[in-house]
């Protein structure tokens, strides 16, 4: 009898788990097919990782520092595995449950489900807000651009805050092995954005709960759950220690970390005068962190997914009034259309759907019209306190998406702890629909409750709300031209700024303008339909056609078909490859070319240096793409890379593609080694151009220049004969400058290169200041360490971002070494913490089986 009723129990489910998996597959069915998506980050992080995966293979030796990605960083926060963290592999199995990337689309179904039912909903209102969840338009664009570790991060928030609501039920123990298990696998994706972003919205759930607790008289039970979800939180944070020990100190040489410059590095070498830096006690810049604001007007996109025209690649349709306009002015100049648009879009300088603030999208945040009805529907209905919880989370997360649009977030951004250490803003509309989830839930639950207690005022309220939430759609569907212009930034800077084509520039805005409005009004009749429908099942439950229970199925197949709908837009079959094509990266003709020079150097591809790892995956390269760069490495671009590279580009197309020694002024290019140009050209080739002047791996000196500051030592290298001097502070180990004597004869060699070791040989009749084109990184005894006959030496900053060295006269055999000693200390730490963890879940789990048993043997 037991065995039936676990069964009845746990069937509702099993079917929900299998249909998850359906559901999944189906959306994402070209991987039955073994194909896969091309996402742009994926590619991105193949790029810079590679290298050090085949390292790692073939030496097992780990690769604690990456040389193939601006010139040389940490792999602290690209390639790195943490086997002494029990959740990283509890993580590794949950999320390979399916096949990429269906599986994360799974993962977002299932840990909404789990997150509901411990929130106490039934399985049909967990099944529900699972599809609801998922299928957001945010979540699935995440998806596409191969997001991944902020899709997980972002799926296993509703268990955590089911977890977080046991504990605050009275389930203390429950509830806190949940939390530590759930905390845990989210830290393993290694997001802490989302992270600290959960953590402000569970302090407002803390906050309300705490009012509850005191109007009820039950603070000792508020005490005791917040002690140990604080406790759970801790543990699972303990089990990734050895993770935050390493981005702890990394972090600090970061671009989010301390600025010793008093000015932008632009500012500082070209000698402009501007505000002194008041960032210069940690974080990004404000401009960086909030150039990815939400438009307060775009939050219509929540409900009608076309609002301000999509995603900044929306291509115009064939019949739209743009390409209209195009083909009637190409026909003037006897063009194909097909020409002028091409050749406007490659000037950046065709109007695009999208007319948003945003400097460029891949979709809005669309979170269905359905779920938005029965949201609202749920904060009208509901009599639950901790609603208050969910409409503060709600307000708080929308007011961070706008950044720059809105006021609090310049107070946030100064004075709330870290908020200045994260960038695109935008990215906490990825999990603000569990709030819309879980208030849409209590919607129906109290629906439920309302129609067996009173109807009649159930059926008061709907009709008031229907006519208010469908009126406001069907106005935005007939009259949005009395709200709305459909004009961007963009299409007025056009017109303003387009000389003789001033005039072609306003037939197109007008026309993108109808195409714009076109599309806005198709959406809002199309999220229209769908509330009719949605607000027509409430009324067919009300009147007693419907069950409970399959009105609950008729909204979720709704909902589905409306997310399903919309998500298509961004993410369909046909972005599907072969998972070959999907996971590797080609060479270029330029590539095959470079790799035939098997010396050390370096190559920048001067396409897009900064913002593209493809040529890490072959080259040492000076470029690459990361969203924590070196700080001292953003500095040099900012304030002499772009600058060279422009200056090298023009040479480059005067002097037809060739370079002769001294030809272009680039001390900064030169002393970091680069060899090679990777120069594209049109038809998406590219060619190789060697580098006479680049100095390689280390050259002797014969001159010093003592600076003050690190604002006079970055200036220096813009009038700098790097050949010939060296530019340093006084620091550690250069107080024996003063032994330094030039010998013309002396000489030093690269003999060995490694991802974790450079060795190198030395010969001199005298004391040489030597200055290396490696990175300078060094935490105490972690980073770079310097060895002269393998015992331990000095060595310090050269050049702002270089390495130096006085090394005594004689032969003598120097070697850098990377000792990751925080690294290792935290995995020790990370082992005691998993033995801990396991521990406790063990002894936690055994309580409530001896308990559960003793329930049964009572109730006999």
């Known amino acids: 009898m037991n065995g039936k009723i676990i069964l009845s129990k746990l069937l509702p489910h099993v079917i929900a788990v299998v249909l998850f998996v359906i559901i999944s597959l189906a959306y994402m069915s070209p991987v039955m097919q073994g194909k896969n998506l091309r996402q742009h980050d994926v590619v991105q992080s193949l790029g810079a990782s590679h290298q050090s995966q085949e390292y790692y293979k ?51 179904m299932l840990g909404t489900y789990v997150g509901l039912c411990l929130m106490g909903f039934s399985s049909w209102i967990a099944f529900l807000g699972a599809l609801s969840f998922a299928f957001t338009s945010y979540n699935i664009i995440n998806i596409d651009a191969g997001h991944i570790s902020k899709c997980v991060s972002v799926a296993l928030i509703p268990p955590i805050i089911g977890a977080v609501w046991q504990v605050y039920r009275g389930n203390y123990v429950l509830g806190g092995i949940l939390l530590t298990f759930f905390s845990a696998i989210h830290q393993y994706a290694n997001f802490v954005q989302m992270t600290y972003y959960l953590g402000l919205t569970l302090f407002i759930f803390a906050l309300v709960e705490f009012i509850i607790a005191i109007r009820q008289n039950r603070l000792k039970h508020f005490v005791i759950a917040s002690l140990v979800a604080i406790t759970a939180g801790v543990l699972s944070m303990s089990n990734h220690i050895n993770r935050y020990m390493v981005v702890n100190e990394y972090v600090k040489n970061t671009t989010r970390g301390k600025n010793e410059l008093s000015d932008s590095p632009e500012n500082i070498v070209s000698g402009a005068t501007a505000k002194k830096n008041q960032n210069n006690t940690g974080g990004l810049d404000k401009e960086y962190a909030f150039r990815w604001s939400y438009g307060i007007g775009e939050t219509l996109n929540f409900l009608i997914p076309n609002a301000y025209g999509g995603s900044s690649f929306e291509a115009p349709t064939e019949n739209s009034k743009l390409m209209e306009t195009l083909q009637e002015e190409a026909s003037q100049y006897n063009l194909p259309a097909e020409n002028l648009f091409n050749y406007l879009l490659s000037q950046g300088a065709l109007p695009a759907m999208y007319w948003g603030e945003q400097p460029g999208t891949g979709g809005p945040a669309y979170m269905g019209a359905v779920l938005l009805l029965l949201f609202i529907w749920g904060m009208i209905i509901s009599k639950n306190p901790l609603k208050w919880w969910i409409l503060g989370a709600v307000l708080l997360c929308v007011s961070i998406a706008w950044g720059k649009n809105f006021f609090l977030n310049d107070f946030f951004f100064d004075y709330l702890p870290m908020f200045n250490k994260f960038r695109a803003v935008t990215m906490i509309l990825s999990f603000m629909p569990i709030f819309f989830v879980i208030g849409a839930a209590w919607g129906l639950q109290e629906t439920q409750k309302l129609l067996q207690e009173n109807p009649d005022i159930f059926w008061k309220k709907l009709k008031v709300f229907a006519v208010a939430f469908g009126g406001i759609i069907l106005l935005m569907a007939l009259a949005s031209g009395i709200f709305f212009d459909f004009r961007s930034a963009q299409d007025k800077m056009l017109i303003k700024e387009g000389g003789e084509m001033a005039d072609l520039f306003k037939k197109l805005v007008k026309a993108a303008q109808s195409d714009r409005e076109a599309l806005f009004k198709a959406d809002a009749w199309r999220s229209f339909v769908f509330v009719l429908l949605a607000l027509g099942t409430l009324w067919a439950l009300w009147k007693k056609f419907l069950k409970f229970e399959i009105a609950v199925a008729i909204l979720s197949l709704l909902t589905l078909i409306d997310l399903w709908g919309i998500a298509k837009r961004y993410l369909n079959s046909e972005k599907f490859v072969e998972k070959e094509e999907a996971r590797t990266l080609e060479p270029s003709s330029a590539d095959e070319v470079i790799l035939k020079d098997t010396t050390y150097y370096r190559v920048l591809n001067v396409g897009n240096p900064f913002n593209d790892a493809s040529t890490s995956y072959f080259h040492h390269s000076a470029g690459g793409y990361h969203g924590a760069k070196l700080r001292i490495y953003q500095d040099l671009i900012s304030g002499h890379l772009d600058r060279e590279i422009q200056a090298l580009y023009k040479n480059l197309q005067d002097s037809a593609g060739k370079l002769s020694q001294g030809s272009t002024y680039k001390p900064v290019i030169d002393m970091l080694n680069i060899k090679y140009f990777v120069v594209p050209l049109q038809g998406g080739k590219s060619i190789a151009i060697q580098n006479p002047d680049a100095l390689g791996a280390a050259w002797i000196v014969p001159e010093y220049k003592i600076v003050e500051n690190a604002d006079e030592e970055l200036k220096a290298l813009k009038n700098l004969n790097v050949r010939k001097m060296g530019i340093l502070r006084k620091q550690k180990g250069t107080e024996n400058l003063s032994s330094v004597q030039w010998d013309s004869l002396a000489k030093i060699r690269l003999t060995k290169h490694s991802p974790n070791e450079m060795v190198y040989e030395f010969e001199a009749k005298a004391p040489q200041l030597v200055v290396f084109s490696e990175i300078y990184y060094r935490m105490g005894e972690s980073g770079w360490q310097a060895y002269l006959d393998s015992k331990p030496t000095e060595y310090f900053r050269a050049n702002y971002a270089l390495r130096g060295m006085v090394v005594p006269a004689g032969k003598h055999t120097i070697t850098f070494r990377f000792e990751a000693k925080v690294y290792q200390e935290g995995e020790k730490l990370a082992f005691i913490s998993s033995v801990v963890m396991i521990l406790l879940l063990l002894g936690g789990g055994f309580y409530l089986w001896k308990k559960n048993q003793t329930k049964k043997v009572a109730e006999s």
């Open 58 to 108: 073939k030496t097992g030796d780990f690769p604690f520092w990456n040389p193939y990605m601006f010139s040389g960083m940490p792999n602290y926060m690209i390639y790195m595995d943490y086997p002494s963290s029990i959740s990283v592999h509890l993580g590794r199995v949950l999320v390979n449950l399916l096949p990429e990337p269906a599986n994360i689309l799974f993962l977002y």
